[in-house]
């Protein structure tokens, strides 16, 4: 089992900054990759970005490439969501999940499905005031 639990969510302005962050706990060992994903009132879930556990490769939604940068430190079982020029369709609730399982096998890169992650946390509120 993994836990995960998100933190560093608040109120910004637009075209401000936030980092959020996600601390790992468990069988972190275990852990073949990690994804941010965002969910706003009345709309899916949806993917934002993700991180192997191990080696460099990323992926990101395309409504956020450019301006969100995913990263980790394993030695502190983190993964981090730094966010830049901040709009205010970003508001939403962040969540954290993380994996165990490589889902598909005809790539390397993290998955960006929520079927493929298995453990969530509670989710971190990000507002971004025009």
């Known amino acids: 089992q993994v836990q995960v639990e998100e933190s560093g969510g608040e109120l910004v302005q637009a075209g401000g900054s936030l980092r959020i962050s996600c601390a790992a706990s468990?069988?972190?060992?275990?852990?073949?990759?990690m994804g941010w994903f965002r969910q706003s009132p009345g709309k899916e879930r949806e993917f934002v970005a993700s991180?192997?556990?191990?080696?460099?490769?990323?992926t990101y939604a395309d409504s956020v490439r450019g301006r969100f940068t995913i990263s980790r430190d394993n030695a502190k079982n983190m993964v981090y969501l730094q966010m830049n020029s901040l709009k205010p369709e970003d508001t939403a609730v962040y969540y954290c999940?993380?994996?165990?399982?490589?889902?598909?096998?005809?790539?390397?890169?993290?998955?960006?499905?929520?079927?493929?992650?298995?453990?969530w946390g509670q989710g971190t509120q990000v507002t971004v005031s025009s």
């Open positions: 999940a993380a994996t165990n399982v490589r889902s598909d096998l005809n790539t390397a890169f993290p998955p960006r499905v929520r079927s493929a992650y298995a453990y």
């Open positions: 468990g069988r972190t060992f275990s852990i073949y990759a």
């Open positions: 991180i192997r556990w191990s080696g460099v490769l990323t």
